[in-house]
């Protein structure tokens, strides 16, 4: 059982991304949607969002890097290892944890430093891989993007955004626990 269902992963996983690349630009050809000049006029504005964005972009990044480089990250992570070492978390995915709400590029690179320390088919590393793609920079994306639009009170953003990271960072560990241990 544990096999087939692997096998099927690894075909869905393999057949999602052409299809996509197919299916969505015949499906708006079909619609009747000139799908090039959608895809210019949506880049053209992408730009100058880019733009609009950019200075909120350095400031993260910056603070950031300065986080890492201050060792609060490590001092950090030591902290939280006593707490999720009994539920079976590998200490190992700490800076993982706290660096993917935080930053793409960052948590990039602390899932390359796992691959490097551990393997790439080891289970930390494939574990690492699923938490990078299951969660947000959800600080990142409330500094840069209400940054952008000028929003100043998130509400209830964060805590929304937070919990969704949590819960997928705990269920990536399980559940790659479960299909892939």
Not at 65 to 71: C, D, H, K, P, T
Not at 93 to 120: C, D, K, N, Q
Not at 151 to 156: A, L, S
Request: charged content about 15%.
């Amino acid at each position: 059982m544990e096999g087939t269902l692997r096998e099927w992963l690894d075909i869905f996983s393999m057949l999602v991304i052409p299809t996509l690349i197919v299916v969505v630009p015949m499906y708006g050809l079909i619609r009747g949607v000139r799908v090039y000049e959608s895809f210019v006029t949506g880049a053209k504005e992408g730009w100058g969002i880019a733009v609009m964005i950019m200075p909120y972009l350095v400031t993260i990044i910056f603070a950031i890097g300065m986080f890492r480089a201050s060792g609060a990250m490590d001092a950090l992570a030591g902290l939280v290892k006593p707490v999720f070492g009994p539920l079976g978390i590998d200490p190992g995915l700490l800076p993982m944890m706290i660096a993917r709400p935080l930053t793409g590029g960052g948590s990039i690179g602390v899932l390359g430093e796992i691959a490097a320390e551990h393997g790439r088919d080891s289970l930390i590393t494939k574990t690492a891989a699923v938490m990078f793609g299951s969660t947000e920079t959800t600080f990142y994306v409330l500094a840069v993007y209400f940054g952008a639009v000028g929003i100043k009170k998130t509400r209830h953003a964060v805590a929304a955004g937070l919990i969704a990271d949590i819960a997928a960072l705990i269920l990536a560990v399980y559940v790659c626990a479960w299909l892939l241990g």
